[in-house]
Nanobody, 122 residues
Framework: QVQLVELGGGLVQAGGSLRLSCAAS????????ISWFRQAPGKEREFVAG??????NIVYADSVKGRFTISRAKGTVYLQMNSLKPEDTAVYYC?????????????????WGQGTQVTVSS
């Protein structure tokens, strides 16, 4: 079973930056698309960015294009977040896709970790 762990969240001022990481727990080897999702209080979990196993395919949500960058190195997937806005405040999760293509539906993913809190103040 795939189990992922999210790290790197914190409190930052608007316009600042944070770098999140998503790593496999235990002996799990990541060999499928990995995507970042986020969930704010009272809202559904929404797609942020995804990358396939070889980094040959990358997808971003319109809300973060030009500000966030997803990358993959060995067993860790990173999310570099620049020009952060208060509306980016949420718990960020990563999951492994059940299929070979990058999906934007949370129901297509598994191995969710506990998430990491990102809070952007104004």
């Amino acid at each position: 079973q795939v189990q992922l762990v999210e790290l790197g969240g914190g409190l930052v001022q608007a316009g600042g930056s944070l770098r999140l990481s998503c790593a496999a727990s235990g002996r799990t080897i990541i060999a499928s698309p990995i995507s970042w999702f986020r969930q704010a209080p009272g809202k559904e979990r929404e797609f942020v960015a995804g990358v396939n196993w070889s980094s040959s395919n990358i997808v971003y949500a319109d809300s973060v294009k030009g500000r966030f960058t997803i990358s993959r190195a060995k067993g860790t997937v990173y999310l570099q977040m620049n020009s952060l806005k208060p509306e980016d405040t949420a718990v960020y999760y990563c999951g492994a896709a059940r299929v070979s293509t990058i999906a934007t539906m949370s129901t297509e993913y598994s191995g969710w970790g506990q998430g990491t809190q990102v809070t952007v103040s104004s």
